[in-house]
């Protein structure tokens, strides 16, 4: 009989990718996966270290298997991702029960592990070279993915797919653990990701995303070519099969009219860019050491208005970071009703160990106050949101149907109808009637209403047929 996997994912897009892999490369084994984790002979946890409160949750589950271990002591248990990274042996002092430590870097070890630790080996660990630890060719290399290898069965959709193009990241913003647990910034060799751009194309994906923790920042030196990512959309434009791409998540600095230019001429290029402004305060920004200005920010957001004006803006804000007093958390509010961004990712500062602001600043922000400006920047977030998709009232737009709502299904005169959900090119959501053969398909969706989070539609059926309908507006 097969084995069988529960397997946990927290966190970004690149553990989402992350655990696709793993579960990947232990299908190919023959292990199925099982939604039951009594059930299962491993039980995997992919990690992530961003806030103190995702590493709580990791370590409450973990509480709970102590007794299912001992019961089960031939039952593997294994931390992977960043948590794995950053803690390393820590987690045996606070769940001596795990059996593997795996890092984001030696994910391709995990079927290996796993098959040692079923023969009697315990407490493994198989994580990255720290930051300081080995010339940086060492470093970089322990960090290196396994991205090649790709299951079509385990992406969440058959025609949406993460692609990585960049690993680990150079910025060092005080308060943030990813330059630690992702290691060095690396830019993916392009023709790598090209082959398996066209590889996702052949298995059916119609939408890629390209990911890096500032993906736009993406270089890669191939003999004497200077690949960056206006390049790579370029090429990546040309695999026929491909309707969409986006990448996530992008760096103020970094976003140049070039490549502004280029998502402009692709058609096939979303109009949604993920750019964190993080605060619009330029005191906070120093103590973040972001490196920009609000006005620095400002002029971006010009040159983002003047060559894709119909580009949706995301951002990322931290409340209550060191020092942060009412007036600076005052001129964030003011940014944010300045921006208006199509939706904002509000987190609460939390002091993370190994960063430079958990060595050099007081976390001095009281957590009511840190929730009290989280609520009421989410507030007008909202606000603002709904304001902007109301412009979208009576315009039909190209949406890539994703799957069905969690409504229920109604029973229409031509069979049964399902509540579908799907994405515009700029990335709002939209929610509709549909039947499931339309799962997958780009159509015409005309809005009739919204609210801060999703647009409200019907598809249009006298429009030319799916596979004639070109993409393009948003
Ligand atoms: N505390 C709170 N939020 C954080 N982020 C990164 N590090 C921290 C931290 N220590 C947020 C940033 C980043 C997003 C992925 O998580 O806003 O853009
Ligand atoms: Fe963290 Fe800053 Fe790098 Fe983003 S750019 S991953 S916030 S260090």
Not at 193 to 199: C, G, R, T, W
Not at 365 to 389: A, F, G, M
Request: charged fraction near 25%.
């Amino acid at each position: 009989m097969a084995q069988l996997l529960y397997i946990e994912t927290v966190g970004c897009q690149m553990n989402m990718l992350d655990s696709e892999m793993v579960v990947a490369s232990l299908r190919r084994q023959g292990w199925e996966i099982t939604p039951d984790i009594e059930q299962a002979d491993t039980i995997l946890f992919n990690t992530c270290s961003v806030r103190a409160h995702a590493e709580d949750k990791i370590y409450s589950a973990l509480g709970k298997l102590r007794l299912w271990k001992e019961e089960h002591p031939e039952k593997v248990i294994g931390v992977l991702g960043c948590m794995a990274q950053k803690d390393q042996q820590q987690i045996f002092r606070r769940a001596p029960f795990v059996d593997l430590i795996v890092g984001p870097g030696q994910l391709q070890q995990v079927p290996e592990l796993i098959e040692q630790a079923r023969k009697g080996a315990r407490q493994l660990v198989a994580v990255s070279r720290d930051r300081k630890d080995g010339s940086l060719a060492q470093i970089k290399r322990s960090h290196e993915t396994f991205d090649p290898l790709r299951d079509p069965t385990m992406r969440p959709s058959p025609f949406q797919a993460y692609l990585r193009i960049q690993i680990g990241c150079d910025k060092f913003c005080t308060y943030c653990v990813v330059p630690m647990t992702r290691g060095p910034e690396q830019g993916r060799p392009a023709d790598e990701i090209i082959e398996e751009a066209q590889l996702l194309a052949d298995q059916g994906c119609l939408e890629i995303t390209l990911l890096g923790q500032t993906v736009n920042s993406y270089h890669y030196q191939q003999g004497d070519e200077d690949w960056r990512l206006a390049d790579l959309l370029e090429k990546l434009h040309e695999i026929e099969g491909i309707r969409r791409i986006k990448f996530v998540t992008s760096y103020p600095r970094d976003m140049d009219r070039r490549l502004l230019q280029t998502v402009h001429d692709l058609p096939k290029c979303s109009s949604y860019l993920h750019v964190p402004l993080q605060s619009g305060s330029d005191a906070v920004l120093t103590r973040m050491r972001r490196g920009y200005s609000v006005d620095d920010y400002r002029q971006m957001i010009g040159r983002i208005s003047e060559i894709l004006p119909e580009a949706a803006v995301a951002s990322d804000f931290i409340v209550g970071f060191c020092g942060e007093t009412e007036d600076e958390f005052q001129l964030t509010i003011d940014a944010l009703r300045e921006f208006r961004f199509k939706n904002s990712f509000i987190f609460k500062y939390s002091e993370r160990e190994g960063t430079r602001a958990m060595d050099q600043l007081a976390d001095d922000v009281p957590y009511d106050v840190k929730q009290r400006r989280n609520n009421l920047l989410l507030e007008i977030q909202n606000e603002i949101s709904e304001q902007e998709n109301q412009r979208f009232v009576g315009r039909t737009m190209d949406v890539l149907v994703e799957g069905r709502s969690k409504k229920s299904l109604k029973q229409g005169d031509q069979g049964p109808v399902f509540q579908l959900v799907g994405r515009t090119n700029c990335d709002r959501i939209v929610v509709f009637d549909g039947t499931e053969r339309q799962v997958g398909q780009v159509l015409p969706v005309k809005v009739q209403d919204v609210t801060h989070h999703t647009l409200l539609g019907s598809i249009i059926t006298e429009h030319a047929g799916p596979e004639l309908y070109l993409l393009g507006s948003s």
